[in-house]
C-alpha cells in the first residue's frame, strides 16, 4: 500500500514519493507569538502532528521542523503596548505555546527555529537575491521582484495579471512594482533591529521560512504545510524566494489545512470569536479537543461549537470505555477457544481499514469511523460467555496502537450512563450464563467507580455512590 497526498501545488492526490527512500523532510508554518495561541493555529498543530506520526508508524523516519515568528508588527506593538521588549513577550508566548500543544498531545518538532536565532542565514539569503537579481534595495528597504521569476502564481493557481489587479504602493513604500514584496525592512525609531548591508532593519514575514527550512532540511523538501490562509501570498512567496535562488523545486508536496469556523461564523479577530487554546482547555479535556479537530478531514472546513464539544466528549469516552472494559476483563479470560481465529481475524481487517483510510490523504474522519467498529466489535466480544486472553490482549493492542498513532490517550474517564448500562447488561448476560466470577468482578467494577447496584424483580438499578 502506498500512502496518497493531496497537493495544493496540483490539485490532485498525488502518490507520496520521498526525496530519500524511507526519509521524511518537513517543515511546518508555526504561529507568531505575540499572544496564546487560538484554536485556528491549534488545527496545523495536530493535524501535521498526526500526519508525522502516521509516516513514523508507516516506518518512516521523519525529520521535522516548525518554526516560530518571533520578530514581526504584531510582536513590535503588543511590546510597547506593555511596555517590555520583543525577545521578553516572544519568549513568554513560545513557553505558552509549547504548554498548550503538548497538553493537545502534539510533539515537540526535531527543531523550532526562531528569526532571531537565525537572523545571520536570513540576511546571506536577501543578500543572496540581490545578488542574482532577484531583489534590490530601496532607501533601507529591500524587495523582491515579482515579475522576474517567472512561476509565481502557480501555488495559489494565479496569473501575474490577476495579481495586478488592485495591486497598489501603498504610502511610505519604496518598490518599483506594485507586486514586489518586503525582505528587508529599515528600523522606526525604538524598534527591535538588526545590522545589514542595507542599514538597520529587520526581516520580512516571508523570508524567514524560506531561510530556515533551507538551513535546517536543505535547499529541496518532500513537504511544506500550514493552514489554509497561507497558500498566498506567505507559501506563493516562499516558492519564489527559495525557486529563484536555488534553482531547484522547493517543496514536492504543499498540505494545507481548512478554516475553522466558530458557532458557524467564519473565526475572525475583527468579529471578536476567536477561542484561545488556553482558555478552552481550563474547561474541557485538551484530548477532546484534538479528537475533536481529527473527526474532520483536514483539508475540510470544521465548524466549533461547546455543543460539538460535548458530544465528542461522549463519543471520545465510549471509545476508552471500551478499552478500559476490555483491560478489566484481561485477567479473567480463560485459554483459547474455537473461535480465537475469527476474532483475530477481524481486528486484522480493522487494522488494515485504519491504514488504507490513513493512506488515503490522512483520512482521520475515517480512520476514527474504524475505531468506533473496533469498539463495538470489542463490545460485542465481551458479551460472550467464555472470552479468550489471545483475542482481549489482542483488542487491547489494537486500540493502544490505533490511539497513539492518533496522538490519543486511552486514560480512564468517569462512566457515562450508556456505559454503566452497557456493563450492567453485560453482567446480566453473565449471570444468565450463571458466570458468577464474571458477574461479581463487573459488580466489583462498578463498586470501585463509586456505581451502587440494586437487584431487584424489575431489573437491575443503579444510582452514583
Known sequence: MTIKIYNTLTRK????????????????????????????????????????????????????????????????????????????????????????????????????????????????????????????????????????????????????????????????????????????????????????????????????????????????????????????????????????????TFANYWMHNGYINIDNEKMSKSLGNFVLVHDIIKHHDPQVLRFFMLSVHYRHPINYSEELVEKTTAALGRLKTSYQNLKHRLDISTGLTNQNEEWLQKIANLDAEFIREMDDDFNTANAISVLFELSKQANYYLMEKNTDKTVIEAFIGEFEQLFGVLGLSLTEDQLLDEDIELLIEQRNQARRDRDFQLSDDIRDRLKDMNIILEDTPQGTRWKRG
Open 13 to 248: 492526490k498525488e502518490v507520496f514519493t520521498p526525496l530519500e527512500e524511507g526519509k521524511v523532510k518537513m517543515y511546518v508554518c508555526g504561529p507568531t507569538v505575540y499572544n496564546y495561541i487560538h484554536i485556528g493555529n491549534a488545527r496545523p498543530a495536530i493535524v501535521f502532528d498526526t500526519v508525522r506520526r502516521y509516516f513514523e508508524h508507516r516506518e518512516y523516519d521523519v525529520q521535522f521542523v516548525s518554526n516560530f515568528t518571533d520578530v514581526d508588527d504584531k510582536l513590535i506593538r503588543v511590546a510597547k503596548e506593555l511596555g517590555e521588549d520583543v525577545p521578553t513577550i516572544s519568549d513568554r508566548f513560545i513557553k505558552a505555546y509549547f504548554e498548550d500543544v503538548s497538553a493537545l498531545g502534539c510533539k515537540k518538532a526535531d527543531a523550532h527555529p526562531t528569526v532571531m536565532d537565525n537572523m545571520d542565514v536570513i540576511i546571506e539569503f536577501i543578500k543572496e537575491l540581490v545578488d542574482r537579481g532577484y531583489a534590490y534595495e530601496s532607501e533601507g528597504d529591500v524587495y523582491y521582484r515579482t515579475r522576474k521569476f517567472d512561476g509565481y502564481g502557480k501555488l495559489s493557481q494565479q496569473s501575474i495579471d490577476e495579481l495586478r489587479v488592485g495591486a497598489r504602493i501603498e504610502v511610505g513604500e519604496k518598490k518599483q512594482d506594485a507586486l514586489d514584496f518586503a525582505l528587508w525592512k529599515t528600523a522606526k525609531d525604538g524598534e527591535i533591529s538588526w545590522e545589514s548591508p542595507w542599514g538597520t532593519g529587520r526581516p520580512g514575514w516571508h523570508i524567514e521560512c524560506s531561510a530556515m527550512a533551507r538551513k535546517y532540511l536543505g535547499d529541496t523538501i518532500d513537504i511544506h504545510a500550514g493552514g489554509q490562509d497561507l497558500t498566498f501570498p506567505h507559501h506563493e512567496n516562499e516558492i519564489a524566494q527559495s525557486e529563484a535562488l536555488t534553482g531547484k
